[in-house]
T-cell receptor, first 119, second 110 residues
Framework: QVQLVESGGGVVQPGRSLRLSCAAS????????MHWVRQAPGKGLEWVAV????????YYADSVKGRFTVSRDNSKSTLDLQMNSLRVEDTAIYYC????????????WGQGTLITVSS | QSALTQPPSASGSPGQSVTFSCTGT?????????VSWYQQHPGKAPKLMIY???KRPSGVPDRFSGSKSGNTASLTVSGLQAEDEGDYYC??????????FGGGTKLTVL
């Protein structure tokens, strides 16, 4: 069965960096675009980034552009999110999600990993 | 890119129908047929309920249906059940490899 498992969350000071990972299994990882979506505590969902199935294209929300970098290793079925210059407002649960069919619909989600940016 | 507009709350009794709205602009909801709806229970990851405006993933009951008119998309839940209670989010492709979510609607089953 399809599984997405995030890791790397924790508490970090403003301005520091953190790297999240998402381990995928149960499907042909190299055939799907993958996204990161975040949810601040008690708030709604916010799209963060997408990486195409082959890693050829990457796009970001304006709120993280220039600070976050998404990458993937199709040989290991892993998705990463490098987060630099973290801000208090980046505090959220970060989910990795599979793009069902290139239609920007997310049919499988990880359980999420919490990032808390605080001094 | 501004978030899509959803009413903060909705409610209905078991067996009734409830419809959620999701209002955007011609640059997102009105411009693309890439509207999705997600259900989220407390402490859980979102679950895809509707994609491409009207399509249901396998396993989603046909009590859930989606539609769109102009810049507003809608999700209707018929025959409300207690397990339908939760938060519902819409999303839409917004062009230029960007996605926007709505603020969410909290459904209470009375």
């Amino acid at each position: 069965q399809v599984q997405l498992v995030e890791s790397g969350g924790g508490v970090v000071q403003p301005g520091r960096s953190l790297r999240l990972s998402c381990a995928a299994s149960g499907f042909s990882f190299n055939s799907y675009g993958m996204h990161w979506v975040r949810q601040a505590p008690g708030k709604g969902l916010e799209w963060v980034a997408v990486i195409y199935y082959d890693g050829s294209n990457k796009y970001y929300a304006d709120s993280v552009k220039g600070r976050f970098t998404v990458s993937r290793d199709n040989s290991k079925s892993t998705l990463d999110l490098q987060m630099n210059s973290l801000r208090v407002e980046d505090t959220a649960i970060y989910y990795c999600a599979r793009d069902q069919s290139g239609a920007w619909a997310f049919d499988y989600w990880g359980q999420g990993t919490l990032i808390t940016v605080s001094s | 890119q501004s978030a899509l507009t959803q009413p903060p709350s909705a409610s209905g009794s078991p067996g009734q129908s409830v419809t959620f709205s999701c209002t955007g602009t011609s640059s997102d909801v009105g411009g693309y047929n890439s509207v999705s709806w997600y259900q989220q229970h407390p402490g859980k990851a979102p679950k895809l309920m509707i994609y491409d405006v009207t399509k249901r993933p396998s396993g989603v009951p046909d009590r859930f249906s989606g539609s769109k008119s102009g810049n507003t998309a809608s999700l209707t839940v018929s025959g409300l059940q207690a397990e339908d209670e939760g938060d519902y989010y819409c999303s839409s492709y917004a062009g230029s490899n960007n996605l926007v979510f709505g603020g969410g609607t909290k459904l209470t089953v009375l």
